[in-house]
């Protein structure tokens, strides 16, 4: 089993940017897909990037030219560049496969866009 650890989230004003990691205890590199996530107070958790293991990328149409995922995979970690935040970008973000396996989910960063 892959333990997943999120980090780089933080406070920041709109229009800022944040970039998260997110490092794998084991190899990912057998991960077809990673995908970040995140959780806003009061709604669902929702998918918002995913990466293949060749690269091609997608991206929740609210994020879309704004956040930028990448990986490393021989380093086992999965990245998200996020610039030009909102605040409703306010969300405590994972990364986990996709789809999603539950025993994967971490304790997730928080990321808060106020000025």
């Known amino acids: 089993q892959v333990q997943l650890v999120e980090s780089g989230g933080g406070l920041v004003k709109p229009g800022g940017s944040l970039r998260l990691s997110c490092a794998a205890s084991?190899?990912?590199?057998?991960?077809?897909?990673m995908g970040w996530y995140r959780k806003a107070p009061g709604k669902e958790r929702e998918w918002v990037a995913g990466?293949?293991?060749?690269?091609?990328?997608d991206y929740a149409d609210s994020v879309k030219g704004r956040f930028t995922i990448s990986r490393d995979n021989a380093n086992n970690t999965v990245y998200l560049q996020m610039n030009s935040l909102k605040p409703e970008d306010t969300a405590v973000y994972y990364c986990?496969?996709?789809?999603?396996?539950?025993?994967?989910w971490g304790k997730g960063t928080l990321v808060t866009v106020s000025s």
């Open positions: 990466i293949s293991r060749g690269g091609s990328t």
């Open positions: 084991g190899s990912i590199f057998s991960i077809n897909v």
């Open positions: 986990n496969p996709i789809p999603p396996r539950e025993n994967y």
